[in-house]
């Protein structure tokens, strides 16, 4: 009996479903007789079922209608939402600024100008690749935060925009890494002491000094006699740098090492030239 009654009612449900998706084809068609209000009410069923897609395609129909009407800006939001629901962040982010322009006063108006930031925060990618869309995320955010300083969103824009620019550090710290990795000394040197200045508070504070004493000192070993004094000197400052920062760093014992040789290397260059 339980298994008769089941099959009905996935009869039913079929069927139900079957005429629904008929109504929809025969909504969206060019030659489709539903009015607007008829697509409108369906669009906006369709959306509250959490049918992005086919709400999205009937608004985008009839928005038009209703552009110059007071629920135009209501059906337009929607519209956005939609998108954004499907995932579709630079479509979606790319309508969020256009309900902006057009709906300026709209009760939506705040939240769309923060999801449009966070279309931007999701179009972000990994630290290795690109970062055009991570600093556009953060200009986006802080435009929001300009113009609504007192929003209950704010603590939400600061902790998103800290992970943004954990992302460009972490970028920035690795960009110079590599240079020592792939033994381009100078580079390196140039590198970490640049991320130093953009971040000077960095969490990779203690391995950029770390670096910064192991690439100069290989840049003075490799150097020509002439440059050879001064990037010694600059192993040292380096060092001095790493001992004032971290006195109690793992990585001192390593280091102490490199400064004994480059105090070696500065006592026989010395011992050299005088003996020319």
Do not use: W
């Not at 629904?20 to 909504?27: I, L, P, R, T, V």
């Not at 840049?219 to 380096?238: D, P």
């Amino acid at each position: 009996m339980n298994l008769k009654l089941t099959s009905v009612f996935t009869l039913i449900l079929t069927v139900l479903i079957m005429g629904s998706c008929s109504d929809y084809h025969k909504m969206i068609k060019e030659n489709s007789k539903a009015t607007p209000e008829e697509k409108k009410v369906a669009a906006i069923e369709y959306y509250e079922k959490g049918d992005y897609v086919r709400s999205v395609t009937l608004l985008e129909q009839i928005i038009p209608f209703y552009k110059l009407t007071s629920e135009g800006a209501n059906l337009y939001f929607k519209y956005c939402m939609g998108n954004y629901k499907l995932g579709d962040y630079f479509l979606s982010g790319y309508y969020f600024k256009r309900f902006i322009r057009q709906y300026p006063t709209s009760k939506h108006t705040e939240e769309a100008l923060f999801l449009s930031s966070l279309c931007s925060v999701q179009n972000s990618p990994e630290f290795s690749l690109d970062q055009t869309e991570t600093y556009n995320a953060l200009d986006q955010l802080q435009i929001f935060i300009d113009q609504y300083p007192n929003s209950s969103r704010i603590d939400t824009c600061n902790q998103i925009m800290d992970g943004l620019r954990a992302k460009l550090e972490l970028k920035q710290f690795e960009y110079a890494q590599l240079y020592y990795k792939t033994e381009s000394y100078k580079s390196a040197v140039v590198a970490l002491e640049q991320t130093l200045v953009k971040y000077p508070e960095s969490k990779y504070k203690e391995d950029i000094y770390y670096l910064l004493v192991k690439s100069n000192f290989e840049l003075a070993i490799n150097s020509v006699q002439t440059k050879k004094l001064e990037r010694l000197n600059n192993t040292l400052k380096s060092y001095r740098n790493f001992v004032a920062a971290f006195p109690e760093s793992s990585k001192l014992g390593e280091l102490k090492s490199i400064k004994k040789q480059t105090d070696k290397a500065i006592t026989d260059l010395g011992a050299n030239n005088e003996g020319k």
